[in-house]
């Protein structure tokens, strides 16, 4: 059996005139029409067999079957999070012709006079709610998908559970219909608004991040608010960052986060990953929020609580770091192997002999390959005409790998 082309069509915003004259040809001469009701309805007087677009195995069992040409409409763009990805993983590329079209995101964009170039693109149609705000939090300008259950509602929740507020927000609706709207708020504007089935949200960041103003790695250890020494030294913390051997998209837990200097940096590091702040000394929790906001750390949440209390909720972590333990080493750290995940990490800083001691000898007898590393520092200072070296107190950085676990 000869089997004929499939031409997979983008209907623009406009309907009919938004379709090219060649496309146009082409849908003329195909003999079944596949779409969603809208689509079919832009074509009244079409001559060949109508088809409601359902379930895509349906689809694909039917198109691998037939021998006739067939059209299936899609909106906009059909490669820009539509149906051609499955098309073109399924069937021979051969048998498809594609006619892009303007996507929805793009007359978004041209109605709010926004430019679009430097923008992420997200799709949360079907997908996990959480994957679409890690990319969003990490972007300047983000346009999202939403569905039914993805809403712009959902998204705002999680980007103020977050503490990622800081954006101007654009509800796009029912796009190049007569009840077309586009309304201008904030993220919690977003909480009060009931918005079609049918919308877009743009989000455009209202500030420039300070990050701007200050290194990736190796920020001074006074621009942090923090509990005196509570704080992780930055060339220590530079050491640190290295040990975590920190990768974009990881899932990261710090423990007896202090001042959050350790996951302010790892931020900056891997925008695209998820970094839990662990602490509850109430005198630390407030220097934290602080912090956060001054970096714009939009990727870490702090989690108020007493490790190992709290971590039972949160993802399972890729990279664990533990500054302080508050005299529950063991638990906590039985607690994170039953969680970290394989080929996992952990960094432990320990400031005192009997910390690095009991560590090591703990994590070894867990089954974890361990290394120790002293950073001894020391740096100038004046002294009257004169500068000298003054010595800071080792640290102990304990690096435990899980994947070499027996």
Same mark, same amino acid.
């Given at each position: 059996?000869? &089997? ?9 915003? #406009? ?26 309805? *832009? ?17 694909? #069992?039917?198109?691998?079957? +037939? ?95 977050? =503490?990622?507020?800081?954006?101007? /927000? ?12 586009? +309304? ?19 989000? *455009?960041?209202?500030?420039?991040? @300070?990050?701007? &103003?200050?290194?990736?790695? =190796? ?12 704080? +992780? ?11 975590? &051997? ?21 931020? @900056?590091?891997?925008?695209? =990953? ?6 509850? @000394? ?39 770091? *533990?500054?302080? /333990? ?25 400031? %005192?002999?009997? %910390? ?16 120790? +590393? ?18 800071? @107190? ?13």
């Amino acid at each position: 059996m000869k &089997q004929q082309k499939i031409y997979l069509v983008g209907a623009g915003i #406009e309907g009919w005139e938004g379709f090219s004259s060649t496309a146009l040809d082409t849908i003329a001469k195909t003999e079944v029409m596949i779409g969603h009701q809208r689509h079919l309805d *832009i074509f009244p007087a079409y001559a060949g067999k109508k088809m409601l677009l359902g379930a895509l195995p349906d689809l694909l #069992e039917f198109l691998k079957k +037939t021998d006739l040409s067939v059209v299936v409409l899609a909106s906009g763009d059909p490669n820009f999070f539509g149906i051609s990805r499955f098309l073109l993983r399924n069937l021979p590329k051969d048998r498809i012709t594609i006619f892009a079209n303007v996507t929805s995101m793009q007359y978004a964009f041209s109605r709010i006079k926004e430019p679009w170039d430097d923008a992420i693109f997200v799709s949360a149609h079907g997908r996990g709610l959480h994957a679409a705000v890690d990319r969003i939090i990490a972007a300047e300008k983000a346009c999202v998908l939403t569905d039914k259950v993805n809403t712009p509602t959902s998204i705002a929740r999680e980007l103020i559970e977050r =503490g990622a507020e800081g954006y101007e /927000a654009w509800l796009c609706e029912d796009l190049g219909l007569d009840t077309e709207k586009f +309304t201008r708020t904030d993220v919690r504007g977003l909480l009060e608004l009931k918005p079609s089935d049918l919308n877009i949200l743009i989000l *455009i960041k209202t500030y420039e991040p @300070n990050l701007v &103003q200050y290194p990736l790695i =190796g920020i001074a250890d006074d621009e942090f608010q923090t509990v005196k020494k509570l704080i +992780t030294k930055q060339e220590v913390r530079a050491v640190t960052m290295s040990k975590l &051997q920190l990768q974009d998209d990881l899932v990261m837990w710090d423990i007896g986060a202090g001042s959050c200097s350790v996951s302010i940096e790892a931020s @900056n590091l891997m925008p695209n =990953g998820r970094i839990f702040a662990v602490e509850r @000394n109430p005198l630390c929790v407030g220097h934290i929020h602080a912090n956060l906001k001054k970096f714009c750390a939009r990727n870490v949440k702090l989690i108020e609580a007493y490790a190992p209390e709290g971590l039972e909720d949160l993802p399972d972590p890729d990279r664990v770091f *533990i500054g302080g /333990a508050g005299g529950q080493l063991e638990e906590i750290i039985d607690f994170v192997d039953k969680r970290l995940k394989p080929e996992g990490l952990i960094v432990l800083n320990a400031v %005192t002999l009997d %910390t690095l001691s009991k560590s090591v000898e703990y994590l070894e007898d867990q089954g974890y390959t361990v290394e120790a +590393t002293c950073v001894n520092i020391s740096k100038t200072r004046k002294l009257t005409e004169y500068k000298l070296f003054e010595a800071q @107190n080792p640290v102990y950085i304990i690096t435990a790998h899980k994947g070499s676990k027996q």
